[in-house]
């Protein structure tokens, strides 16, 4: 059974930074394409980014293009998201997916079979 924990959230404040950690196994690393979605109050689980399993291509939603990076350690068996230049908007409960798909940066939450129980983030501005 597939298990993901995640940690790392926090309250900041609007330009700083935040390192998030999902703990996995290698096994899920290596066949899964993994991503984090967060969920803000009130709306709609929202794609964050997404990484394969087998060529380690990324995906960003355009709101975190560029201040946002999604990466892997097999060593540690943990998927990571930095989130850098925070704003009031990414505040919300940020998830780590599984998808069986080992080649997809799907955005589509439906895909993704294995979700972690989230962590919080709040930035005030």
């Known amino acids: 059974q597939v298990q993901l924990v995640e940690s790392g959230g926090g309250l900041v404040e609007a330009g700083d930074s935040l390192s998030l950690s999902c703990a996995a196994s290698s096994r899920v690393l290596r066949l899964y394409s993994m991503a984090w979605f967060r969920q803000a109050p009130g709306k709609d689980r929202e794609f964050v980014a997404a990484?394969?399993?087998?060529?380690?291509?990324?995906s960003y939603a355009d709101s975190v293009k560029g201040r946002f990076t999604i990466s892997r350690d097999y060593s540690k068996s943990t998927l990571y998201l930095q989130l850098n230049s925070l704003k009031a908007e990414d505040t919300g409960v940020y998830y780590c997916?599984?998808?069986?798909?080992?080649?997809?940066?799907?955005?589509?939450?439906?895909?993704?079979?294995?979700w972690g129980r989230g962590t919080q983030v709040t930035v005030s501005s």
């Open positions: 997916g599984a998808n069986p798909n080992k080649d997809s940066t799907t955005t589509n939450p439906t895909d993704y079979n294995t």
């Open positions: 990484i394969t399993s087998i060529t380690s291509r990324t």
